[in-house]
DNA sequence: AGCACGCCGACT
DNA sequence: GTCGGCGTGCTC
């Protein structure tokens, strides 16, 4: 094969060609990295996706200039997985690549140069600029691609490495290459020798005059007899701070200890023992074997289990089978803040063969968990989406869990997709079983499983047939009518409250809005805040005392006067969670009310300590938004309130309604956990809305169908496919005339009703970007493959439009 | 994405 | 006269 299509970490469509040279052609591989020359002066990290001799027509292909693996970094299942995200959500394979790698393993100019060992320099046939290199690379020994830049003109770097690499003088430095080198940790134990010799009460005699290191000496052999396989940390020692290293190093000098080094991994691993998982319950045993059937029938999982049910066990049952079948396990979650209870569990059975990968590990962990990936060393491993990209050998399982969390398709970042439905495709390229689990699944996700896309498993009851929690909606249009309420609560809310922490139980009060006010407006001339990078009305926050746009993150003071007509009569519309925290701290002074959002949560450690204030029972109540309904579980949580319920539905977004129900669902799950009394207070100005209605039956089959049948009728997910296409620029009227153009592309190619917009943005101005949307609206199935693909082609046109390059286009698959 | 090239305004 | 602003085009 002579030539090689080559995925750069760039986001540029598609991949490059190069020549592969003879001496690489032996080695090279599908899935291996390599380093390129790109442009004028740039050496890269790519990805060889493709080997063929197809030599290309319009171009010059450049050469590849080494192979940094002997083995592929990427699996050709992977490969697969790669391609599919490109084509399904019309990304960049580059943009994948980047997402995909930690930047350690894919390093662009910073490669090292070395000259190599023995070599005899020709002078003679050597250029001025090869021969600036060669002295260069004598004094300083190694030399790294920016810093050539100094003595050679950029263009002419790339050729004279080249060179220098054809003629054997030179060669890349790997081992600074790979940036990476694995920790090594010191570990001590007690000389072996010495033990055979001596016995200890001579050893302890011999110390008698050094009382620490006496201790010192007996703590490290009662650790060491204790359990003799458990390696001792050297740190460990000094800990308490009651030795110190001169007491080890007397220790040392006298032969008595010594120290070792071992690689230790960056991930900290449980070492304690490992334990038996709990017998399931009826419930469960008849869940898990729908789940066999299904596995056995070749099908993929949705797991509905209600709050409680116990869902982690039959995880746990099935992950052992799979890895006592030999094969690993890929178990996703949406944040890893959340892992708690299945760690713990996961951490007692599996101990070492445990990994964890998520975006908060530095770059040296990453590569940690990749080389032991790669080793086939982890047969189980948590993470969130990007564990997706990982170089896993044989995985047998994945396990989705809350499959409804949004945090699986972040808008944010690129590129765009969907965790969850990439999950069903990368266990189909491994040939693993895929179980979606969740208390409230999407409404995607249960309209699947019950077209028998996927079996639809439910576990109807909690753990230890505890009941569920008791659902009562209040009509606050009706208490304040009675003059029965105080501020934005109700008298029977606030008793229910009392009642609860009267008994030393605790409650939760969701409000899902942060700050105090949402806008601060001049009563005389109607002035609001506006965020002077979006087009957004500032936030009050008043314990920060300050306002926030929530969008860009700007803050500001809070204005005393109208900055337009100085008057002072300033006034503070729309309630935030900081303002209903004041609110239950006045009317419970005696409680202790605690306020969980991302706003009070920001500090160090806050989170964990607020954990525990709940977990010790020290807070009777916490106020909090959303972030409350994850992994807060608690035993003596009795009760929750939600004062202004409608809050949650009035959004502009289809998925208001399903966003509600799985949020209201999801709180109340805290509720009752162990005494099966749990209530949850709907405060709403609409007690006979559906959504409220149906929450309050229980009846999860009725809620989806409910939304299901909204669905259809306005034509929205899972009966259609949303593309959303999101055009920015600086300029208003620039971003305005794109949208309009690559509107009216679209419409030539598409149905009329396919296409909405383009559309000012819901928040038309972002960090100074105007925002238009266009909306395509298209059939499911057969159709669907033909309709993206004129989409693709109407894309492709508009960037025929050297005038709009500037624009900034993001395309949203399955919005 | 980066980077070069090229074309215009404000400075030593 | 030059430095540097960013619009445009190209990278195998």
């Avoid at 050709?76 to 790669?82: A, D, L, T, V």
């Avoid at 900290?268 to 869940?287: D, F």
Wanted: aromatic share 10%; with cysteine.
């Amino acid at each position: 094969m002579n030539y090689a299509q080559i995925v750069l970490p760039l986001n540029l469509k598609g991949s490059f060609t190069y020549k592969v040279p003879e001496e690489l052609q032996t080695g090279i591989q599908t899935g291996m990295r390599v380093l390129v020359p790109f442009g004028g002066k740039k050496i890269y990290t790519g990805i060889v996706f493709e080997l063929h001799n197809n030599a290309p027509e319009t171009f010059v292909a450049k050469e590849v200039i080494s192979l940094l693996d002997d083995q592929p970094i990427v699996p050709q299942e992977q490969i697969k997985f790669w391609n599919w995200l490109s084509d399904y959500y019309l990304c960049g394979l580059g943009e994948i690549y980047r997402f995909a790698f930690p930047s350690s393993l894919k390093l662009e100019s910073e490669t090292y140069l070395k000259l190599k060992p023995n070599v005899k320099v020709d002078f003679e046939n050597l250029d001025v600029n090869e021969m600036y290199l060669i002295q260069a690379l004598e004094v300083r020994q190694l030399i790294n691609l920016t810093d050539i830049e100094a003595f050679i003109p950029k263009k002419d770097i790339i050729k004279t490495v080249n060179s220098l690499i054809d003629l054997q003088y030179i060669e890349i430095d790997e081992k600074i290459a790979e940036k990476y080198r694995a920790k090594e940790i010191a570990y001590v134990k007690i000389n072996d020798e010495v033990l055979q010799r001596q016995n200890i009460t001579e050893i302890l005699l011999s110390l008698k005059r050094a009382q620490k290191q006496k201790d010192l000496f007996l703590h490290i052999l009662e650790k060491q007899t204790e359990n003799p396989d458990l390696p001792i940390k050297k740190s460990e020692l000094f800990e308490d701070g009651y030795f110190g290293s001169s007491h080890f190093k007397a220790l040392a000098d006298k032969n008595l200890v010594e120290e070792y080094y071992m690689q230790k991994d960056r991930i900290e691993s449980y070492e304690g023992e490992i334990e038996e998982i709990e017998e399931l319950s009826e419930a469960q045993k008849e869940a898990k074997n729908e789940v066999d059937e299904a596995f056995e029938e070749g099908k993929n999982v949705l797991l509905h289990g209600v709050t409680s049910s116990g869902k982690t066990h039959i995880y746990l049952e099935k992950i052992e089978e799979c890895i006592s079948e030999g094969k690993n396990v890929l178990f996703l979650l949406p944040e890893i803040s959340l892992t708690k209870q299945i760690t713990q569990r996961l951490e007692k059975k599996y101990g070492r063969q445990l990994g964890f990968y998520h975006q908060k590990l530095t770059d040296f962990e990453r590569v940690e968990v990749w080389r032991r990936i790669r080793q086939n060393d982890i047969k189980v491993l948590i993470g969130t989406r990007n564990s997706l990209f990982l170089p896993f050998q044989n995985v047998g399982l994945v396990i989705v869990d809350e499959e409804h969390d949004s945090a699986y398709r972040p808008r944010e970042v690129s590129p765009y997709f969907n965790a969850k439905d990439a999950a069903l495709v990368f266990g189909n390229f491994y040939g693993a079983k895929v179980i979606l689990g969740s208390a409230t699944p999407s409404v995607e996700s249960y309209y699947n499983a019950r077209k028998d896309k996927m079996k639809y498993v439910f576990l109807e009851e909690r753990f230890g047939n505890v009941n569920l929690p008791e659902y009562e909606l209040i009509n606050f249009k009706e208490a304040q009518e009675s003059k029965k309420v105080s501020g934005n609560f109700s008298l029977q809310l606030i008793d229910e409250i009392k009642k609860v922490v009267e008994e030393k139980n605790q409650a939760i009060v969701l409000h899902n809005r942060r700050g105090y006010a949402n806008v601060v407006e001049c009563e005389t001339c109607g002035y609001v805040n506006y965020c002077s990078n979006c087009d957004v009305v500032m936030t009050y926050h008043k314990a920060a005392n300050e306002m926030k746009c929530h969008y860009c993150g700007q803050r500001a003071s809070k204005p005393k006067v109208c900055p337009k007509c100085h008057s002072e009569n300033l006034n503070e519309r729309g309630v935030g969670v900081e303002q209903i925290h004041e609110e239950v701290s006045k009317l419970f002074p005696d409680q202790e009310v605690d306020r969980m959002d991302v706003d009070s949560m920001r500090k160090k450690f806050a989170y964990e300590k607020l954990y525990e204030k709940i977990e010790d029972r020290e807070t009777d109540i916490v106020v909090g938004t959303q972030m409350i309904s994850k992994g807060l579980d608690f035993d003596h949580i009795e009760l929750v309130a939600i004062p202004k319920a409608d809050s949650l539905l009035y959004v502009q977004d289809f998925r208001a309604e399903e966003r509600a129900y799985q949020l209201i669902t999801q709180v109340s799950g805290r509720a009752g956990r162990v005494s099966g009394k749990g209530k949850v207070l709907i405060q709403t100005f609409n007690p006979d809305h559906s959504v409220f209605q149906l929450i309050k039956m229980n009846s999860p089959a009725k809620i989806y169908k409910y939304i299901l049948t909204e669905r259809q009728k306005f034509h929205y997910p899972p009966f259609t496919k949303l593309i959303m296409i999101e055009l920015k620029h600086r300029r208003e009227d620039k971003a305005n005339r794109a949208s309009q153009f690559l509107g009216s592309i679209l419409r030539k190619y598409l149905p009329e009703d396919c296409v909405l917009g383009p559309e000012k943005a819901q928040i038309a101005r972002l960090n100074n970007f105007y925002q238009f949307q266009i909306m395509l609206k298209l059939p499911k199935g057969k159709k669907y493959e033909e309709y993206k693909k004129r989409v693709l082609a109407s894309l492709k046109e508009f960037d025929e439009i050297t005038a709009y390059h500037s624009i900034r286009k993001d395309v949203f698959v399955d919005f």
